[in-house]
């Protein structure tokens, strides 16, 4: 499966920014979708996944109650509603798709596919 991610930009400090994450190529229902960001020098990290069928979601503790995942598989597109943004938010954005088990959902090893990235930069 192909990933498309976008919507980054440049916002303020409490703003908010939807991001998509557009698949083409495989059935997108199949895959467990995720959110990672990587800020240069460090590792990536796990932002949000959402189960295949949308019923189940995860969240990093740092984005709990401020980000949204969803992904409408009749579009085969997943969404990051991001709200409330702080400047410690600012990185690259990428969405993954994969078979994680429930219990290493925020591996990004487990993800088989993944975006080409999209910044977002919060100022203060």
């Known amino acids: 499966v192909q990933l498309q991610a976008s919507g980054g930009g440049l916002v303020q400090a409490g703003g908010s920014l939807k991001l998509s994450c557009a698949a083409s190529g495989d059935t997108f229902s199949k895959y467990t979708m995720g959110w990672f960001h990587q800020a240069p020098g460090k590792e990536r990290e796990f932002v949000a996944a959402i189960s295949w069928s949308g019923g189940r979601t995860y969240y990093a503790d740092s984005v709990k109650g401020r980000f949204t995942i969803s992904r409408d598989n009749v579009k085969n597109t997943g969404y990051l509603q991001m709200n409330s943004l702080k400047p410690e938010d600012t990185t690259v954005y990428y969405c993954?798709?994969?078979?994680?088990?429930?219990?290493?959902?925020?591996?990004?090893?487990?993800?088989?596919?993944w975006g080409q990235g999209t910044e977002v930069t919060v100022s203060s």
């Open positions: 993954a798709a994969g078979r994680p088990i429930t219990s290493a959902i925020m591996r990004g090893d487990l993800y088989r596919y």
